[in-house]
């Protein structure tokens, strides 16, 4: 009988520690630390932490980079803690929000020495809980006894490096007819991932030969968008001409996948919608935020359209990336069938930085 939770259940597990502000357990390399995400850091946290230690900061090197701090890690600036420095002082360079307002953070104080993977897992843990990539950590000697006397999730660098890279698998939990305006009759199908992850849906038209290309959409969610109707993107236009389409054609499988904003999530969305009225495009703002351009991971649809048998498809997407990602995935794109709508003088410039930077071809 096994009751302890794995590594996939201690890394849900985590990531639901750290946006409730809980310190999660890193060991390897010889090392340990404490981690905690900036974002739901309090002070009484952080004072706990400076008794175990000296604390350090991380962030990515594209936060680094509005910073103008030298990253030396190369992914990633590490850096010590002033002996004042409190929560406000660590949101003001995780958080860009007020960036142009004071522009002057710091000082800062670059580590350079030792090795960096601890912090570097610590960034990836708050990535994945859908946080601003930013940590506070402090090195421990006993990190095994620490999570033991402290009911703390302990996970070690050589098991959570290859879960953190792979996909997770994923089930179908149930599907059912739906009825669709656009679309016709349809079925929902719902995927759920085996790390506690996001569930995913699978829009079914008709009845879909499976020996055959199907036409198919991969699309982001896009609360903003499909369910308020912003002008900001082209995203609810897409996914009503994708349905349109599947219904004119009477057959298809559109994927709805949780990666609101670009892999960012909802929250950090809107932090880059705040940086966009600013001035910043799409991806400065990321940028700024300290994430890259995109942090979606299409291999899910891959995997979710072998699960409902199918192994060739007529792409709906005017994205290359999707395209070179399904191939990778091993299914055939038969074609790239372009899915161009949506333009409005609110989002023109928005589609531009799309075609310039992230090379949709529009």
């Known amino acids: 009988m096994t009751l302890a939770p794995d590594i996939t259940e201690r890394l849900a597990r985590a990531r639901g520690d750290l946006r409730m502000g809980v310190p999660v357990v890193l060991a390897g390399e010889g090392a340990g630390a404490l981690a905690v995400a900036v974002e739901a850091l309090t002070p009484a946290r952080l004072a706990d932490l400076r008794a175990l230690g000296a604390p350090e900061l991380a962030l990515t090197a594209r936060r680094a980079e509005t910073l103008k701090t030298p990253p030396y890690d190369g992914d990633l600036l590490r850096a010590a803690l002033p002996p004042d420095a409190g929560p406000d002082w660590l949101n003001a360079l995780a958080d860009p929000a007020d960036d142009l307002r004071v522009p002057m953070k710091g000082p800062l104080r670059p580590i350079r020495d030792g090795s960096a993977a601890l912090h570097r897992a610590a960034l990836a843990l708050a990535k994945s809980a859908r946080l601003l990539p930013a940590a506070v950590l402090v090195r421990v000697d006993h990190p095994l006894t620490l999570a033991g006397d402290n009911a703390l999730t302990l996970l070690r660098l050589d098991e959570i490096g290859p879960q953190l890279a792979a996909l997770a698998p994923v089930d179908e939990v149930i599907a059912a007819r739906l009825p669709m305006a656009?679309?016709?009759?349809?079925?929902?199908?719902?995927?759920?991932?085996?790390?506690?992850?996001?569930?995913?849906?699978?829009?079914?038209?008709?009845?879909?030969?499976?020996?055959?290309?199907?036409?198919?959409?991969?699309?982001?969610?896009?609360?903003?968008?499909?369910?308020?109707?912003?002008?900001?993107?082209?995203?609810?236009?897409?996914?009503?001409?994708?349905?349109?389409?599947?219904?004119?054609?009477?057959?298809?499988?559109?994927?709805?996948?949780?990666?609101?904003?670009?892999?960012?999530?909802?929250?950090?969305?809107?932090?880059?919608?705040?940086?966009?009225?600013?001035?910043?495009?799409?991806?400065?703002?990321?940028?700024?935020?300290?994430?890259?351009?995109?942090?979606?991971?299409?291999?899910?649809?891959?995997?979710?359209?072998?699960?409902?048998?199918?192994?060739?498809?007529?792409?709906l997407t005017n994205n290359p990336r999707k395209v070179a990602m399904l191939e990778s995935c091993a299914l055939t794109v038969a074609e790239r069938v372009p899915l161009k709508v949506g333009l409005t003088p609110e989002n023109a410039a928005y589609l531009a930085v799309k075609a310039r930077k992230s090379g949709h071809i529009l």
């Open 182 to 315: 656009l679309a016709g009759i349809g079925r929902l199908h719902i995927f759920r991932p085996e790390d506690g992850g996001d569930e995913h849906y699978a829009v079914e038209i008709g009845q879909p030969d499976r020996a055959k290309p199907v036409l198919a959409r991969l699309h982001s969610a896009c609360f903003t968008g499909d369910v308020l109707g912003s002008l900001k993107c082209d995203c609810g236009p897409q996914l009503h001409a994708a349905l349109a389409q599947m219904g004119d054609e009477g057959a298809g499988v559109l994927l709805y996948l949780n990666q609101e904003g670009r892999g960012i999530g909802l929250a950090n969305k809107m932090r880059a919608y705040s940086l966009q009225d600013q001035g910043f495009d799409t991806v400065e703002a990321n940028h700024r935020l300290g994430f890259e351009d995109d942090e979606r991971d299409f291999r899910i649809g891959a995997q979710i359209l072998r699960k409902m048998g199918f192994s060739s498809v007529r792409l």
